[in-house]
C-alpha cells in the first residue's frame, strides 16, 4: 500500500446488505480504494448490540465478506476483516468510553430508534454503540469515513471524541472526515418513502437486497409506492417515492436527475418503473454473481479473513499503544 491518507468504515452483518447500502456507502469503498489506503470491517461486535441467532450471524459474516470481495475494490489498497477478529477495538472502546458523555451518547437518535424497536433489551452495548464505532475508525488513522446519511450523527461523535482526547493528550488521533455522496446518501423505502431503506425492514418489498435476482428486483420496483401522478418528475418533496426511483436510476446509469425527467417525459410510471429494476439489476448482477461463486468456498474467504485481519491489526496496535501510553498505563515489559 503505497497512498498517503487512509479511509476506514464499518457495515453490519445483520442481513444481507441492500442496494441503500451499496449507492450510499459501498460504492464510495471501491472509489475510494483507486487512492486511500482502505480499511473495511464487517462490525460483527456491533451487531450483537441487538440478539443475534450465532449460526446465522457466522453465515451472515462470510456472505457479506464475499459481497465486499465481488464489489471489487482494489486489492492492493484494500484491508477487508472483521472486527471482532482484532481485539484492539474493544480495548480501545474501553478507553474511549472514558472520553464519551452520557448526555451525548442519549442523543444518538439511532440509539433512541433502536431503543423503541428493541424496548425488551435496551443493553448498554447499545447505549455505547457510538463509541465503538469511534474506536473502529480512530484506530486506523482515518482520513476520510465513507458513510451514507444516517451514520452523519455518529461520525460527528467520532470527531467530537477525537477533539477532546487530542486536547488532553496532544496530537493522538486524527480527526476524521465523513464521506456522504450528494446523490444516494439516503435511498428510501420502496415500501414507505419516508423511511430509510432498511436491510433489517421486516417488510421485504421495501428494499432490494444485493442477491436478490433480477425477477425479483424489477418486481419489487414495479410495486414501488409513488404518488397518484404520472409524471417523472424530480421533487423529493412533494413526489418522494418518484424521487427515490430516480436517484436509483440516476445513480445506476451515471446520469443526472434532470436528464432522468427528459429521457422519461410523457412517459407514465410503468415503464419508468421496469428501466429502474434493470438499471439496478445492471449494477448488482455481476457484484451478485462474484459473490455467490465466492460464497461456495468459505475455506478460502477464511484465509483471506485471517489475512485481512493480521493487515488490520499490523496498523490498530500502534495507534492502540500510544492511546495506552499517553492515558498512563504502564506498558507490560
Ligand atoms: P450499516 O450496517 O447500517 O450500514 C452500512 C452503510 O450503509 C449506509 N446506509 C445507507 N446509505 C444510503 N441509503 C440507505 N438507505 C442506507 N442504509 C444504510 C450506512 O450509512 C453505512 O455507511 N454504525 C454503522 C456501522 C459502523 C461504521 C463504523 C460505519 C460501525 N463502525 C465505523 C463507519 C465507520 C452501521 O450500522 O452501518
Given at each position: 500500500m503505497n497512498a498517503q491518507k487512509t479511509a476506514f468504515s464499518g457495515i453490519q452483518p445483520?442481513?444481507?446488505?441492500?442496494l441503500g447500502n451499496y449507492l450510499g456507502a459501498l460504492r464510495n469503498y471501491v472509489a475510494l480504494s483507486g487512492t486511500h489506503r482502505c480499511f473495511y470491517s464487517i462490525v460483527d461486535m456491533h451487531a450483537i448490540t441487538v440478539r443475534q441467532d450465532p449460526e446465522t450471524l457466522r453465515r451472515r459474516v462470510r456472505e457479506l465478506y464475499a459481497l465486499l470481495l465481488a464489489c471489487g475494490p482494489n486489492p492492493d489498497n484494500t484491508v477487508l476483516y472483521v472486527?471482532?477478529?482484532?481485539?484492539a477495538h474493544a480495548e480501545l472502546c474501553w478507553i474511549l468510553n472514558n472520553f464519551t458523555m452520557f448526555g451525548e451518547l442519549s442523543r444518538m437518535t439511532q440509539f433512541k430508534d433502536k431503543s423503541a424497536k428493541h424496548a425488551d433489551n435496551i443493553n448498554a452495548g447499545l447505549f455505547t454503540y457510538p463509541v465503538l464505532q469511534a474506536a473502529d475508525i480512530l484506530l486506523y488513522g482515518a482520513h476520510v469515513v465513507p458513510i451514507g446519511d444516517d451514520q452523519k450523527q455518529h461520525l460527528e461523535l467520532s470527531r467530537d471524541v477525537a477533539v477532546r482526547f487530542n486536547g488532553v493528550?496532544?496530537?493522538?488521533?486524527v480527526v476524521p472526515e465523513p464521506l456522504i455522496p450528494k446523490l444516494g446518501g439516503r435511498i428510501m423505502s420502496l415500501?414507505?418513502?419516508?423511511?430509510k431503506m432498511d436491510k433489517s425492514d421486516p417488510n421485504p418489498a421495501g428494499y432490494i437486497s444485493m442477491l436478490d435476482d433480477r425477477d425479483v428486483i424489477i418486481k419489487k420496483c414495479k410495486k414501488a409506492v409513488t404518488d397518484s401522478g404520472a409524471e417523472v418528475r424530480y421533487d423529493p418533496a412533494e413526489k418522494p417515492g418518484v424521487a427515490n426511483l430516480m436517484t436509483i436510476y440516476a445513480i445506476c446509469t451515471g446520469k443526472e436527475p434532470e436528464q432522468v425527467e427528459r429521457e422519461f417525459a410523457g412517459q407514465g410510471y410503468g415503464a419508468f418503473k421496469t428501466a429502474v429494476g434493470e438499471a439496478a439489476d445492471g449494477v448488482l448482477s455481476p457484484i451478485r454473481a462474484k459473490a455467490l461463486e465466492l460464497i461456495q468456498d468459505p475455506a478460502h474467504l477464511d484465509r483471506l479473513m485471517a489475512e485481512g485481519a493480521a493487515r488490520a491489526e499490523a496498523v490498530a496496535l500502534p495507534v492502540l499503544r500510544k492511546v495506552r501510553d499517553s492515558v498512563g498505563f504502564l506498558p507490560r515489559i
Open positions: 445483520t442481513a444481507i446488505p441492500t472486527q471482532s477478529h482484532v481485539p493528550y496532544g496530537d493522538v488521533f415500501a414507505d418513502p419516508s423511511r
